[in-house]
């Protein structure tokens, strides 16, 4: 009979192999959904990039909208990531050029602006983390916004301005340009609002 110690260990050790198998599913995903886009990526695609079969990937996920809806949170999560890694005092312009430097990376770009509206509809902002992050950023301006419904109709009306100048620049054939272009209108639209 196996000690008790000896059981622990192997468990943590079958534990950590599952975690590291989920991680790496979820890392292979972002990786080709980004440079394949959702529809021209197949689960024997990741499967066979990670050197597995299906099976993991059905275990974990259940099918490839929901592995999809996972990078799609993974790719999400930077920007709430990068927003809070540098200076959060600076309210919604910062908020802003965080999310115009992740613009730059073409996989978020693939996987969070071009595909995430149109496989997981558009309805799924109002509950994202990075929605969640916007409505506490203007929860906080409480001086300047009256009332619950104001908050959250100016933070879904910015969130949707940020995301059609994003789409922008993810189909624009020179993307620096665009970010420039969008980046002088959020600059004007939004720069006069207290939102620190």
């Known amino acids: ?9 192997s468990s943590r050790t079958q534990a950590q192999r599952r975690a590291a198998t989920y991680q790496q599913v979820l890392e292979s995903a972002c ?18 990039d990670c050197g597995l079969t299906t099976r993991p990937i059905y275990h974990y996920f259940g ?12 790719m999400e999560q930077r920007i709430i990531d990068a927003v809070y890694s540098g200076d959060t005092s600076g309210g919604l312009l910062n908020n802003w050029q965080t999310f115009l430097e992740l613009c730059d990376d073409p996989h978020f770009r693939q996987i969070v602006l071009v595909d995430s509206p149109n496989v997981l509809g558009r309805e799924r902002w109002a509950t994202s983390a990075v929605t969640q992050h916007a409505l506490r950023l203007f929860k906080q301006s409480e001086r300047s916004m009256n009332g619950n419904y104001r908050r959250q109709l100016l933070s879904r009306m910015v969130m949707a301005a940020f995301g059609e100048a994003a789409l922008v620049i993810a189909e624009a054939e020179d993307v620096a340009l665009a970010k420039q272009q969008a980046d002088a209108i959020v600059q004007t639209l939004f720069g006069s609002l207290d939102l620190h």
């Open 1 to 9: 009979m196996a000690s008790k110690s000896s059981t622990q260990r």
């Open 31 to 48: 990786r080709l959904f980004g440079e394949q886009g959702y529809a021209n990526t197949s689960l024997d695609d990741i499967a066979n």
């Open 63 to 74: 099918n490839k909208k929901a592995l999809f809806a996972a990078a799609n949170e993974a």
